[in-house]
């Protein structure tokens, strides 16, 4: 009887691992730059950072939101778009459910006005009447 011995590694499997081992490399650097780049932006943070509510400039390094709206109520009917294209919001908030927007201009419509507050550029907007439907377009302060 012979000895039994297993073949030794060809050229195709050495390549074959080694184009895995360069792939999951890939998937690792291109998913660690992805997660770096969401963590580090500018709206990340400005969200984090609430605006003044008295209509004062936002704190220096901070970005103040075009739009800021937050909920009072149990149900706040919201819709938000960029004009003429996609559709940010269009359902109810929850009481305390806050929204940021940063895009250079917002059609904003309330279904009912008094159930929010709405900071425009960090500045309040005035409330609206019980029941009253608002709609209204906002436009970036290029000085915020």
Not at 34 to 60: I, R, V, Y
Not at 77 to 95: E, H, N, S, Y
Not at 115 to 135: C, D, F, I, K, Y
């Amino acid at each position: 009887m012979g000895r039994h011995r297993s073949d030794p590694m060809g050229i195709a499997r050495l390549v074959l691992i080694g184009l895995v081992v360069l792939l999951a490399l890939a998937l690792l650097a291109v998913g660690g730059k992805a997660l770096m780049t969401a963590l580090g932006t500018d709206e990340a943070g400005a969200a984090a950072t609430p605006a003044a509510t008295d209509g004062s400039p936002s704190p220096a390094g901070t970005r103040a939101p075009t739009v800021q709206i937050v909920c009072s109520a149990d149900r706040c009917p919201v819709f938000v778009r960029v004009p003429g294209g996609d559709v940010l919001m269009d359902r109810d908030m929850t009481r305390g459910e806050q929204a940021s927007y940063f895009e250079p201009e917002l059609d904003v419509v309330l279904g009912d006005a008094s159930t929010v507050t709405v900071l425009e550029n960090g500045a309040q907007r005035p409330p609206g009447e019980a029941g009253e439907r608002q709609s209204f377009k906002v436009t970036r302060d290029p000085g915020r």
